[in-house]
């Protein structure tokens, strides 16, 4: 399963920094085709994060002793490391959370409930995950006034620009919250023209970005968005750990989410005041480990570099659409133009998580039902799922072959 190598990308020198990898599955070469729902961890990471709890471990900004100074140190870099990896302004527009799930709820409670007005309406697509969709229906469903807007998805999988445009001309639309890359489809929304679109009818723009900042490169300053989300397991990094990127002018509008220490200025019997941002949204004890974790795989793939990234995604996209269009029976959920590396599929007769199953026995690890995008699925009539193959930086053209001839297999199986 040899891929060639891309310029400045030696996949197999990187596949060997992912232990998991190495492992046999069902007596086959375990080929792990999930990453968009957590992505490996390579041994630099995992390093990383014994060295913090074996050597430098303690609370953090509490301490006035040697390892809760290391510790603090260690983690504000993590905050450093995320600032320049998406070229925001400031590393104090960094708010670390648990995930992309977290992060935006933060956003549909700090500013939905602290900043938006009665009357305003939130806009979102057909094709968000449900961590960009319930929140909005929580606060819709909140007697406050707030309205809540979908845009529709065209039958290549792409945003209907001119929908969005249409549901943003009444300038009622306070935010729009959108994917930068969807999950189910790999499509990749333009987000600068939605946020220039949005902008120019007076709405502030939430991206989702936890898929887009795996597989792109991702500069706050040239998006011009107000908020960004992403988390750290898909970015191969630690569970438990994600960013809230958001502007310091809009942190300082916002009221805290959550209330606790760390996160306070003073404290009386009688009341509280809240620290400077980004400390303010921060409560409690932070995920300490895992932002050296997240520090630690920010590195590892800047070491990479991101284009050469992107080059070995475009070409592995590539072949699998090349791929899996010539499998008699197979539907791929969308065909975007600008597409990253994740393919949803039905096959004929085939019940998805049959399917799953059945790939599994031939060691190759897909994932199967609606994705946590039901409404999506509901859209192009497949209510009962799909299964997804996304890719990694790991991912090998020889692993999309191999899943290409189960596939074919899969069929005769089934039919």
């Known amino acids: 399963m040899n891929a060639p190598v891309q310029p400045g990308f030696d996949v197999e020198r990187i596949r060997a920094d992912f232990p998991v990898l190495a492992q046999q599955h069902r007596g086959r070469p375990l080929v792990f085709l999930d990453s968009g729902a957590s992505a490996q961890k390579p041994r630099q990471v995992i390093q990383a994060m014994v060295r913090s709890m074996e050597e ?8 006035a002793y040697r390892l809760s100074e290391a510790a603090t140190a260690d983690y504000e870099a993590a905050r450093a490391a995320v600032a320049r990896f998406i070229n925001a302004a400031d590393p104090r527009e960094v708010i670390f959370t648990t995930n992309s799930t977290a992060a935006i709820n933060l956003v549909a409670h700090s500013w939905g409930r602290g900043v ?10 057909e094709m968000e995950h449900h961590a960009n969709l ?3 229906h929580m606060l819709r469903d909140d007697n406050r006034g707030i309205e809540l807007r979908i845009c529709r998805v065209t039958d290549a999988g792409e945003l209907d620009l001119e929908d969005l445009e249409a549901k943003l001309a009444d300038g009622k639309v306070g935010l729009v919250a959108v994917t930068h890359m969807s999950n ?48 750290g397991h898909k970015l191969y990094g630690p569970t438990g ?22 996160m306070i200025a003073s404290v009386t019997l009688e009341g509280s005041t809240w620290a400077e941002p980004p400390a303010k949204f921060e409560a409690g004890t932070p995920p300490i480990v895992e932002a050296v974790g ?75 039902g609606r994705h946590c995008a039901e409404p999506l699925h509901a859209r192009f009539g497949l209510e009962g799922g799909t299964c997804r193959a996304s890719f990694g930086l790991y991912t090998t053209e020889g692993e999309i072959d191999y899943l290409a001839e189960a596939l074919t297999k899969a069929r005769e199986f089934f039919a």
């Open 134 to 136: 319930v929140p909005w």
């Open 184 to 231: 189910v489809l790999g499509t990749v929304t333009p987000a600068a023209r939605i946020v220039a679109m949005a902008h120019a009818k007076g709405a502030k723009v939430l991206l989702d970005g936890s898929q887009a900042a795996v597989h792109r490169r991702v500069d706050m300053q040239a998006l011009g968005a107000d908020f960004y989300a992403f988390t």
């Open 294 to 368: 997240l520090h630690a795989a920010i590195d590892y793939v800047s070491a990479i570099g991101m284009p050469a990234l992107e080059a070995h995604e475009h070409t592995l996209v590539d072949h699998a659409m090349r791929r899996l269009s010539d499998i008699e029976g197979l539907t791929l959920l969308g065909r975007a133009q600008d597409r990253g590396g994740v393919f949803s599929f039905a096959l004929d007769n085939a019940h998805p998580h049959d399917l799953a199953t059945l790939l599994d026995r031939a060691g190759i690890a897909v994932r199967a």
């Open 116 to 125: 938006m007005q009665p009357g305003q309406a939130v806009l979102v697509s």
């Open 241 to 262: 750990i994600g960013v809230l990127w958001a502007r310091l002018e809009h942190q300082e509008r916002m009221p805290p989410f959550l209330g606790g220490g760390d």
């Open 56 to 63: 430098r471990y303690a609370n953090v900004h509490r301490g």
